[in-house]
C-alpha cells in the first residue's frame, strides 16, 4: 500500500519529512508512528493507516514534497489489490512546480486538497458520480418555449439602428433566438455599396496609417457613411479584378429629343427630365441582351439575376449613396424620371430606407455631372458591371467624310473580368451605344 | 519578478506598512508568539514588538472595539479576526459604530481601521470555517470591502486599505492563501480601492467575480476558448463599493453577463451587480443576467462530497457559461 502524505493543517500545500521512525523491513502495526512531518502550521508524527511490512521510503528526510504525494509504501499482507489500485493523484503531485511562470493573475494549484482548521479533513475522495448528478442540472436561463421569436434588448437596439428587418436573420441561440452575435453577422455579410449599415467593428480590412500626429496634420474622424464607403471601395478592389472599356456615343438626337420635351415634361410632371432616364432605359435593355453583365461571382458559379435592378449613384451631402430603381426594365422614361427624383430628394434629405438601397444588380453613375470626360469606376461589388456617363461636348466629328458637330458623350464600364471578357463587355457598351444613338424624335416617353 | 502566496503577500503588506508607519499596528487571537494561525504575521512580534503585535484574549467584539478607538485616536489598527465565522460580535463595533464615525462626526473623527479576516470555503472548515461573510459587510455605507483573488491584488489593496482613512473589511479567501500563487513585484505599488480588474478580455459573455471564483471562472474560461466561446472575466475586486464603470463596460461589451460567487444567491453581492447592470445597461443585453453562486443552505458541510457538491466549481461555471452563451 503506498502511503500518501496527509492533509496537515488548513491550506497547507506541502511538507517537509522530518526524521523516518521506522526503517525499511520494519514490521509496522496500524497507528504506529511512521515519520516525523513538519509543514509551517504543524509538526506531527504520522500514524501508519495499516499493518504491514515497511517497503519503501519514497522521500528522504529533510525533502519538501506536497500533500498527497507518495511518501512510502508497506506491503500489507494478503491484500494485494490495494496496491494495485491505480492513484490518479500519484501523477499528478509534480502539479504545484514553481518552474512554471504564473504571472500576476497567478494559478490555482490543483489536486491539492487543504483541510479544516482542526487537520482532521482526511483526503479528498472525488466523487465523480455526486459532481456529476448536481452539474446536469445547471443554471438554465429562461427558454422561449413559444414559437414567438422574443428579442433581447440588445438584437433590438442593434435592428433598429442599422434598420434591419429582423425576419431575415436566422438565429442560432436557444430555440432559434436571434442572438446579438447574429445580429452582428448578418450586418458583417450584408455590408454591400448598396447598403447603409453602419458596422464599427467591420473597418480591420480598411488598413491603417498609424504615425505620430504632428502640426502639419490635422486628423478628421471618419463618419460612418466614409467607413463603409471605404470598405466597400476596398472589397470591390482587392475582391473583383476588374477590367475597363471607352465608348464614344453620339448623343445629339438624345441631346435634341430631350430638349423637345423638357418644357412641356416639367409642366405636366412637376419634374425636370434629364438625360439620366434615357441612359436607364438603355442599360437596362443591354443587360437583357447581355445577361452576364446582370450578374454575380458565385466562386463556384456564376449567378445570373433575372430582375434588372439599376444602383445610381448620388452624391449625398455627407459622400456617396447608391439607392437602387426596382425593375427599371418595366418602367418607362418617364417611370424612370419619376423614380429618380424620388431617390435624390431622399438622399438629400436624408431619408432613404432600407430597401431603397436594397438588392441593386448594376451601377450606373452620372460622373459627366461632375464635368469628367473620362473615369474609372470600381464595380460596386457584387455586381458585375458598373457604368459612368461623361460630360456631353459638342465637338467636330467626321460624319461620310464630313466634319459636323455632334453632342459627344464617353461611356465608361468597369467590369468583373472573372466573369466575362473584353467581347462581352464591349458588347455590352456598342449595346448602350446603340441604343442612345437610334434615340429619335418619336421616342417615347411615356 | 518573484512568485508568491496569497498569505506571503498579506505578510509582506504588513510588514512593509509596519515599517513604514509606526501607527499601524496589529491586534488579533494567536497572533504573537503563534504567528497567527495561519502564519500571515510570522515574525511579527520578533520585529515589532508585543506593544504592535498584540495577542488578544478570544473576544471578537473587544478586538474590533479596540481597534476603532485607537483609530479614532491616531492609529492605524489592523485587527486580525481568526476566522470570518467568527466576525459576528464585531458587528456592533464595525456596522454600528466604524462605519458612521467620520458621517456621525461631521468628518472631524476619522476611523482608518481594517478588519483582516480569511473567509471562504473549500477547505474541509465545515460549517465554522467555511463561511462567506462578504454580502453583509457590503451593505453597509461607510465601509469599504475588499476580496483580493491574486497575490499581486492582495498585497497592493491590503497597502491602500491600510492607508485608507475610513474602515476596510479585508476578506482573504482561505483557500487561496497558499493555493494561489503568482508574481509580486519587488517595487512598492498599491491598487486603488473599487477598481475591478479585466483578469481576461472576450467577446462573447462576461463572467463577472471576485475572490477564488476568479481563479475557477479563468479556468472554465481557458477551457472553452477551445470551443470557440470567447470569455471576458471582471474580478471585481472591491465588492464594495462596486466598480460600476468596469461592470457597465463589460456588460455592454458582450451583452452576456454570467455572476459567479461562492456565497449563496439571495441578496449577496451577484443581486447588486445584476441591479446595476439592468439599470444602466439594459438595452445592451443580450440575454438574462444569470447568478451561479452557493446553495440556500445555512452553512457549508463537512462531508467531502457533499462540501465538493456546495461549492460552485470549475465544471459549474463552464456550464452555466455555456448555457447563457448558447442563449
Not at chain 1, 20 to 48: A, C, H, Q, R, Y
Not at chain 1, 313 to 335: F, H, N, Q, Y
Not at chain 2, 175 to 191: A, F
Request: hydrophobic residues 40%; aromatic residues 4%; glycine residues 8%.
Amino acid at each position: 500500500m503506498k502511503i500518501e502524505l496527509p492533509q496537515v493543517g488548513e491550506s497547507v500545500t506541502e511538507g517537509v519529512i522530518g526524521k523516518w521512525l521506522k526503517n525499511i523491513g520494519d514490521n509496522v502495526e496500524k497507528f504506529d508512528p511512521l515519520v516525523e512531518v513538519v509543514t509551517d502550521k504543524v509538526n506531527m508524527e504520522l500514524p501508519s493507516p495499516v499493518t504491514g511490512t515497511l517497503k519503501e521510503i519514497m522521500v528522504p528526510e529533510g525533502e519538501t514534497v506536497p500533500m498527497g504525494a507518495i511518501i512510502a509504501e508497506i506491503e500489507v499482507e494478503g491484500d494485494q489489490d490495494i496496491e494495485e489500485q491505480p492513484d490518479q493523484r500519484t501523477e499528478q503531485t509534480e502539479s504545484p512546480s514553481t518552474d512554471i511562470p504564473v504571472g500576476k493573475i497567478g494559478e490555482l494549484l490543483k489536486d491539492v486538497s487543504p483541510v479544516g482548521p482542526t487537520g482532521s479533513g482526511g483526503p479528498l475522495n472525488k466523487t465523480n458520480e455526486l459532481i456529476s448528478s448536481t452539474t446536469e442540472k445547471p443554471v438554465e436561463p429562461q427558454q422561449t418555449t413559444s414559437k414567438r421569436q422574443i428579442y433581447s434588448p440588445a438584437v433590438l437596439r442593434l435592428s433598429e439602428k442599422h434598420q434591419v428587418d429582423l425576419n431575415n436573420i436566422k438565429g442560432t441561440g436557444i430555440n432559434g433566438r436571434v442572438t446579438r452575435k447574429d445580429v452582428q453577422n448578418y450586418l458583417q455579410s450584408s455590408i454591400l455599396p448598396d447598403n447603409l449599415t453602419v458596422n464599427s467593428t467591420h473597418d480591420e480590412s480598411l488598413g491603417e496609417i498609424t504615425s505620430e500626429p504632428n502640426g502639419d496634420e490635422q486628423r478628421i474622424p471618419i463618419t460612418p457613411i466614409r467607413k463603409i464607403i471605404a470598405a466597400n471601395m476596398v472589397k470591390s478592389a482587392t475582391l473583383i479584378p476588374q477590367a475597363w472599356g471607352q465608348t464614344e456615343v453620339d448623343v445629339t438626337n438624345l441631346v435634341a429629343r430631350r430638349n423637345t420635351l423638357k418644357e412641356s415634361f416639367k409642366e405636366r410632371e412637376g419634374i425636370t427630365l434629364t438625360y439620366l432616364p434615357f441612359v436607364i432605359k438603355a442599360v437596362s435593355e443591354s443587360l437583357k441582351e447581355i445577361p452576364l453583365m446582370n450578374s454575380s461571382w458565385g466562386n463556384d458559379s456564376i449567378i445570373l439575376k433575372k430582375r434588372i435592378h439599376i444602383s445610381i449613384a448620388i452624391a449625398a451631402p455627407d459622400g456617396l449613396v447608391v439607392p437602387v430603381i426596382k425593375d427599371a426594365d418595366t418602367l418607362s422614361i418617364s417611370g424612370l424620371a419619376k423614380r429618380l427624383n424620388e431617390l435624390i430628394t431622399k438622399t438629400r434629405e436624408g431619408n432613404l430606407a432600407m430597401e431603397d438601397v436594397q438588392g441593386g444588380t448594376f451601377t450606373v453613375n452620372n460622373t459627366g455631372a461632375l464635368g469628367t470626360t473620362s473615369s474609372v469606376p470600381l464595380v460596386n461589388y457584387p455586381q458585375a458591371g458598373i457604368l459612368t456617363t461623361e460630360a456631353i461636348i459638342k465637338r467636330p466629328v467626321i460624319i461620310d467624310d464630313a466634319i459636323a458637330i455632334r453632342s459627344m458623350m464617353n461611356i465608361c464600364l468597369s467590369f468583373d473580368h472573372r466573369i466575362m471578357d473584353g467581347q462581352e463587355a464591349t458588347g455590352f457598351n456598342m449595346s448602350v451605344r446603340k441604343k442612345l444613338e437610334s434615340i429619335s424624335s418619336n421616342t417615347p416617353v411615356y | 519578478m518573484p512568485v508568491k502566496t496569497v498569505l506571503e503577500a498579506v505578510r509582506d503588506a504588513m510588514r512593509e506598512e509596519m515599517r513604514r508607519d509606526s501607527n499601524v499596528f496589529i491586534l488579533g487571537e494567536d497572533i504573537g508568539a503563534r504567528g497567527g494561525v495561519f502564519l500571515a504575521t510570522d515574525g511579527f512580534v520578533e520585529e515589532f514588538g508585543e506593544t504592535r503585535i498584540i495577542d488578544t484574549p478570544l473576544a471578537e467584539s473587544s478586538i474590533a472595539g479596540i481597534a476603532l478607538g485607537a483609530s479614532m485616536h491616531g492609529m492605524r489598527p489592523i485587527a486580525e479576526i481568526e476566522f470570518g465565522d467568527f466576525i459576528w460580535p464585531t458587528i456592533n463595533q464595525i456596522v454600528g459604530e466604524a462605519a458612521k464615525v467620520r458621517y456621525g462626526t461631521e468628518g472631524k473623527l476619522n476611523a482608518p481601521l481594517v478588519i483582516r479576516a480569511p473567509h471562504g470555503g473549500g477547505v474541509r472548515g465545515g460549517l465554522y470555517h467555511s463561511q462567506s461573510v462578504e454580502a453583509f459587510f457590503s451593505h453597509v455605507p461607510g465601509l469599504k470591502v475588499i476580496t483580493p483573488s491574486t497575490p499581486y491584488d492582495a498585497k497592493g489593496l491590503l497597502k491602500s486599505a491600510i492607508r485608507d482613512n475610513d474602515p476596510v473589511v479585508f476578506l482573504e479567501h482561505k483557500r487561496t492563501y497558499r493555493l494561489v500563487r503568482g508574481e509580486v513585484p519587488d517595487e512598492e505599488y498599491t491598487i486603488p480601492i473599487g477598481k475591478a480588474d479585466v483578469k481576461r478580455q472576450g467577446d462573447d459573455i462576461s463572467v463577472i467575480t471576485y475572490g477564488l471564483m476568479v481563479h475557477h471562472c479563468l479556468e472554465a474560461a481557458s477551457i472553452l476558448e477551445n470551443d470557440g466561446v470567447s470569455v471576458e472575466v471582471l474580478d471585481l475586486r472591491t465588492v464594495r463599493p462596486i466598480d460600476e464603470k468596469s461592470v457597465l463596460e463589460t456588460a455592454k461589451k458582450t451583452g452576456k453577463v454570467l455572476i459567479v460567487h461562492e456565497d449563496n444567491k439571495s441578496l449577496g453581492i451577484g443581486a447588486e451587480v445584476a441591479a446595476i447592470i439592468s439599470e444602466s445597461a439594459f438595452e445592451y443585453l443580450d440575454g438574462p443576467i444569470t447568478r451561479l453562486a452557493g446553495p440556500e443552505v445555512p452553512a457549508m458541510p463537512f462531508s467531502p462530497p457533499l462540501e465538493e457538491m456546495f461549492m460552485v466549481n470549475t465544471e459549474k461555471i463552464l456550464q452555466a457559461i455555456q448555457q447563457l452563451a448558447g442563449y
